[in-house]
Each structure stands twice: as structure tokens, then as C-alpha cells.
């Protein structure tokens, strides 16, 4: 592990400081290439137009006509966090613009498997839809898309992954990742790409004639959901996305969410009034996120929808209850598959350039998460395998991969697929997060086929974990209100939250928690004691290290006091 400071650019932090922005974050924000303080800057008016999105105007249009004529409208959604808040926007978004009858699907998991497929869009038709919408899915969906048009729906694709060789036939495509489009904000999640969706129909509604800018619907409230989900799904904050965000948190603080938001952060045990992203990540999202693993996604988006905050409650006592669950099932399959990924090297041997495990024992739900718990560990790209259960498909494994800085994960197995046809049935996912089916007699070759590519395009030091700091922390910013401004933020991916790292003294240190799995530490910060936390460690730590460090405030008695979570060490 090699922790590296990031580089500070002087005039940047200058001008934001000269801008009236606080020295510390003045100095975050230019090492996180903020360059003068209209970037940050988080107004609706700020946010990028829809206009920019290729193929929104059509969709827009489609979806107005629809509302005019009172035309059945189904939404299909996906079963991750992204999938079911981008749901819950759409629902809710075309209800408040007059869509009379509006409704959704969610695929299961594992009898239906990812995306718009010929089934599902014939179980839309069923329900007697005009109007089939895919969120968070659809642009890899050639074959569901065709089945949805062989049956007269009319088919509006809003998705935001990378698509395939072929596109879909659909009468409308919006996607940022599709080829042509010149949209800013290639990062936006897929909740954002259907709010997106929404503010273009609301304009062609209102040149419609239907109301002006004083009388229109206020679309607004719907950016707690796009917050959420946004955070959830992993997306890069770029300055379009921090926006989103900071709208939605903004107005989750006030006390202005949806019964189902509230009620989700009662069961975490969080306080919604000083939410931050951390909420959104670690509390929120994983409770939603557990019941399209293990149960039926529609729980959550029922969550999301209703407004009687008793069915709120109950919905999101089930989501905690199904989350615990998860978690039980998923420290069984991480231990059984951490001792799988160690046992491909000897001790003192580095790990394989990628690793792939897979157990018939395993519960597909849950290998992404596994997968990315190890990927944490030994900083490999990885993939967790399980035998689907899907009828009829007991040839097949489904496995989630997560990856490392520097190795694109789709592109990697577009390659496997490329040298070993046949291997892999179906592919897609991001750079840093994929999924893919294998035929079950296959998986070595895929073992194999995966770490020939990461040997090829990985290195030492892309091999090398490096944690990314901000350097030292000076003393008079160690206190609990700083600690509070820090937290108010909006900090995720790509635009990582802030972690200091200096050479401190180790004065002493005791395994605590119920499976003394966690090093509770007693250090000397700048000449004065301060508590840490180094969570899932239990290695001791010499009398001097180097310390990479968030900061926390722990509450004991009414007494606020800062504690460091420590995130590695470099001896």
C-alpha cells in the first residue's frame, strides 16, 4: 500500500479562498479540480439543460401525446437502488404531469435475469399498456425492444450504461452514452436521465398550451429520489451530479421527503435533518438495494411511492429486516470466498492480476458485494460466481465483478468474449462494475481468459493499492463543528471525500467489537490525543506510522469528540 498525497494547486485554492470560501475546503476543492467558486455553485438554474440530451425532444413528445390521450403508460424498471428510484421519479414525475394511468414492472432478479427481455415486454402488453418506458435499462435490449414493437407499444428507452454494437429499435433513446450525444454529464445516473425526461416533457406541455411557468407542476420534490439513487448507483460527482445531489439533500434536511425516504432513515437509525451522502450510500441504498438481492425490488418502490407514512413504516421495517438478512448470508459467502481468493497464492506470493471465485453454494444476489469486499482487500479486479436459479438455467453462473483504478471491467470481458467465443452468454456494466453470464462447463477459461487481460493491461503501480489524501490536518481544524461542515458536503465518487494522512505516534491499541474484529487506537495527532477507529482490522500498528484518516465525530453523554476512521497504513 503506498499512501500519495494529491496535488494542491496553489491558484486554485487561492481563488476560492480570495472568493470567500473556507481555507480547508478552499484547499479540497482545488485538489479536487474545482477551479473557481461558480463551480460550486448548486442553483437549478446551474443545471445543465435537458436540451443537451440527444433524443429527449422525441421522447418528450411521445410521452406528451400519451398524456393528452390518456394512453396506458408502463414503466420497467431495474432492480438495484438506480433502478428503483428512477422508477419511483418516473411513477410519480408523469402522474403530477397528468399521466392518468400509469404503471411499472420490475423484473426478478433471477427468473427474468437484467433489462427489457421479449418476455417481459409481452407481460407489458398484458397489462395493457400503449406506452412501454425502460429506466435504468433498455439500451442493451435489441430483442425486447423488437418483441415490444412486433406488439404495437410504443417504446421510450431512458438509460444511462454504455451500449452495445447494435442499438435498439426504439421510437425514442435517451442516453447520454449513446453514440452522438453531446450531453455534458456522461456520469448521470439513470434516476437523473428520467428527471431529465420529466423537465423536457413538462416543456413540451407547456408550449402545449397545457400551463405556464407560474401554473406548471413543480417537479422539485422528485430530486430527494434523484439524490439517492444518484449516490447509490456509484455515478462520478461531476459538478452536474454534485448539483443533483446537494438539491436533494437540501431538501431532505427541511424535513421535505417522501413518507417512504423518512421512513428509511427512522429504520437506519440516521437523522434525516443533517443527511449527508454517507446516508445515502451506506444506510439508505443497501436497505433498498437487499430486497431486489433477496426478495422482489417492488417492496422498495412501493416504499418510494406511497404517501401514508404507517405503510412507509411498515415497508421499511420489511427493507431493514431483508437488509439484516443480506448481511448474514453475505459474511458467510465473503468469508468461504476470501479464503477461496487466498488460497490462488502462496503467503508470501503477490495475488493473480484478477481473480474469480465461484461455489455452488453461493446466493447470486449477493456476489457483487462479496466481489467488492474482496477487490477492497487484496486490490485486485474481481469477479464472485454463482449457479443461477433461474428455471431451466442450471448450465449457466451468473457473476458481478467490481475493479481497480486503471482496469476497465466491460471492456475486459468484451475482450474474453472476443478471444473465447462462447464463454460468455451475455455481458455488460461500467468500468468499474460489470456482471456477466458464463456457461457453467466454462468458468476456468474465464479464470484464466480474465487474468491474461489484467496481466496485459495492468502494472506494478497500477497493482500497488494507493490511497489518495489531502495531506496533513492542521490542529485548529481537528474539532467537531469543522467535522460537521466537512460531513455537509457533497462527497462520493470521483469526487472522493476528504482523507489526511500524517506520521503519528501510537500511544496504545486494543482489538475491540463483538468478533474483536476492529483495532481501537489511542494516537498523538499534532501534540494532542485523539481517538481512531481502523474498522475490519486487527494487524497492531508500530509506535510511529504514516495514517491515512477521515474524520468522525463520536457522541458519548452529550460530549462531542473528533475520532479518526482510519483507512491504511503505509509502514
Known amino acids: 500500500m503506498k499512501i500519495v498525497a494529491r496535488d494542491i494547486p496553489p491558484r486554485a485554492a487561492w481563488a476560492l479562498e480570495q472568493a470567500g470560501v473556507h481555507p480547508l475546503l ?7 479540480g474545482v477551479l473557481g467558486k461558480d463551480e460550486l455553485d448548486d442553483g437549478l438554474a446551474r443545471l445543465l439543460p435537458p436540451a443537451g440530451l440527444k433524443g429527449i425532444d422525441e421522447a418528450a413528445r411521445l410521452l406528451a401525446d400519451a398524456v393528452q390521450h390518456h394512453r396506458r403508460m408502463v414503466i420497467v424498471a431495474d432492480y438495484d437502488c438506480d433502478g428503483a428510484t428512477a422508477c419511483a421519479v418516473g411513477v410519480r414525475g408523469l402522474r403530477m404531469l397528468g399521466g392518468r394511468h400509469v404503471d411499472y414492472l420490475v423484473p426478478d ?106 401554473t406548471q407542476p413543480k417537479l422539485d420534490p422528485l430530486l430527494t429520489l434523484v439524490a439517492l439513487g444518484t449516490v447509490a448507483d456509484v455515478v462520478r460527482l461531476d459538478a452536474n451530479n454534485r448539483r443533483l445531489v446537494a438539491q436533494g439533500l437540501r431538501r431532505i434536511r427541511a424535513g421535505q421527503m417522501p413518507a417512504g ?14 443527511a449527508t451522502t454517507f446516508d445515502f450510500g451506506f444506510a439508505l441504498g443497501p436497505r433498498i438495494n437487499a430486497a431486489g438481492r433477496l426478495a422482489d425490488m417492488t417492496l422498495g418502490i412501493e416504499c418510494l411511492l406511497t404517501d401514508d407514512a404507517g405503510r412507509a413504516a411498515e415497508l421499511a421495517g420489511q427493507l431493514d429486516a431483508i437488509n439484516r438478512e443480506r448481511r448474514e448470508i453475505e ?17 508470501d506470493e503477490d495475488p493473480p492480476p484478477a481473480i474469480s471465485v465461484f461455489d455452488p453454494d453461493f446466493h447470486e444476489g449477493v456476489v457483487g458485494i462479496v466481489a467488492s469486499r474482496i477487490k477492497d482487500k487484496l486490490h485486485r479486479p474481481t469477479f464472485v460466481f454463482a ?63 480474465l487474468a491474461q ?29 469543522m467535522v460537521d461542515t466537512l460531513h455537509r458536503e457533497v462527497w462520493g465518487q470521483g469526487f472522493a471525500p476528504p482523507t489526511f494522512s500524517e506520521e503519528v505516534q501510537v500511544l496504545s491499541q486494543r482489538l475491540v467489537g463483538e468478533a474483536k474484529n476492529h483495532l481501537s487506537i489511542k494516537i498523538i495527532h499534532q501534540g494532542n490525543p485523539v481517538d481512531a477507529i481502523w474498522f475490519g482490522h486487527t494487524e497492531q500498528l508500530p509506535a510511529r506510522v504514516l495514517l491515512a484518516f477521515r474524520l468522525d465525530v463520536n457522541e458519548w453523554k452529550g460530549e462531542r469528540k473528533v475520532q479518526f476512521l482510519v483507512e491504511g497504513a503505509q509502514l
Open 26 to 32: 478552499a484547499r479540497l476543492y482545488a485538489a479536487r
Open 109 to 214: 432478479r433471477i427468473t427474468d435475469g437484467y433489462g427489457l427481455t421479449a418476455s417481459i415486454a409481452r407481460r407489458v402488453k398484458e397489462r395493457g399498456a400503449d406506452v412501454l418506458i425502460t429506466v435504468d435499462n433498455g439500451i442493451a435490449s435489441v430483442d425486447g425492444v423488437a418483441e415490444a414493437k412486433a406488439l404495437g407499444l410504443t417504446v421510450v428507452v431512458t438509460d444511462h450504461h454504455l451500449p452495445g454494437p447494435e442499438l435498439p429499435t426504439a421510437d425514442a433513446i435517451v442516453n447520454p452514452n449513446q453514440p452522438g450525444c453531446t450531453f455534458n454529464s456522461k456520469s448521470i445516473a439513470g434516476v437523473g436521465v428520467m428527471f431529465y425526461v420529466l423537465l423536457a416533457l413538462r416543456a413540451e406541455l407547456r408550449a402545449r398550451g397545457l400551463w405556464d411557468q407560474a
Open 261 to 274: 425516504i423518512a421512513a428509511l432513515f427512522h429504520a437506519a437509525g440516521r437523522k434525516a435533518n443533517v
Open 331 to 347: 459474511g458467510g459467502m465473503r468469508e468461504q470466498a476470501m479464503l477461496m481468493a487466498e488460497s490462488l497464492f502462496q503467503e
Open 387 to 449: 449457479a443461477s436459479s433461474a428455471p431451466g438455467k442450471a448450465h449457466e453462473l451468473k457473476g458481478s465483478g467490481r475493479s481497480i483504478p486503471g482496469f476497465h471491467l466491460r471492456d475486459a470481458l468484451d475482450l474474453v468474449a472476443k478471444r473465447h467465443p462462447g464463454v460468455i452468454l451475455k455481458f455488460g456494466g461500467h468500468a468499474m462494475a460489470a456482471g456477466c453470464t458464463v456457461a457453467a462447463d466454462g468458468f476456468e477459461v474465464f479464470e484464466k481468459a
Open 453 to 481: 487481460v489484467a496481466q496485459e493491461w495492468l502494472d506494478a503501480s497500477t497493482l500497488t493499492r494507493r490511497i489518495e489524501t489531502d495531506g496533513p490536518l492542521a490542529p485548529e481544524y481537528c474539532r467537531a463543528d
